[in-house]
């Protein structure tokens, strides 16, 4: 079973940046799309930045600009560079295939926390 680690987060500054880090088993960048998502009390996970097998990739419009989705192929790593942050990206932040099912696992995530 495929499993995801995510790392990086913290609590930062607004205008600060994070990168955050995502170890997953099983080769699945090769394989699969995957994306960044974040998810707040009461509210459903959202996805925020897409790597597509190929290389594409695409954002969400609260993020366009700020965040920078990538990974190496050679440590089967995924990233998250996070610049400018506000305090509205804060959220306990996830990475997962795209689109992902139900039965998918998921990690624990990691917490990104901005502020003064």
């Known amino acids: 079973q495929v499993q995801l680690v995510e790392s990086g987060g913290g609590l930062v500054h607004p205008g600060g940046s994070l990168r955050l880090s995502c170890a997953a088993s099983?080769?699945?960048?090769?394989?699969?799309?995957m994306g960044w998502y974040r998810q707040t009390p009461g509210n459903q996970r959202e996805l925020v930045a897409r790597?597509?097998?190929?290389?594409?990739?695409n954002y969400a419009d609260s993020v366009k600009g700020r965040f920078t989705i990538s990974r190496d192929i050679i440590d089967d790593t995924l990233y998250l560079q996070m610049n400018s942050l506000k305090p509205e990206d804060s959220a306990q932040y996830y990475c997962?295939?795209?689109?992902?099912?139900?039965?998918?696992?998921w990690g624990q995530g990691t917490q990104v926390t901005v502020s003064s």
């Open positions: 790597l597509s097998t190929g290389g594409a990739t």
């Open positions: 099983g080769n699945i960048y090769r394989v699969f799309d």
């Open positions: 997962n295939i795209v689109p992902y099912g139900p039965s998918d696992p």
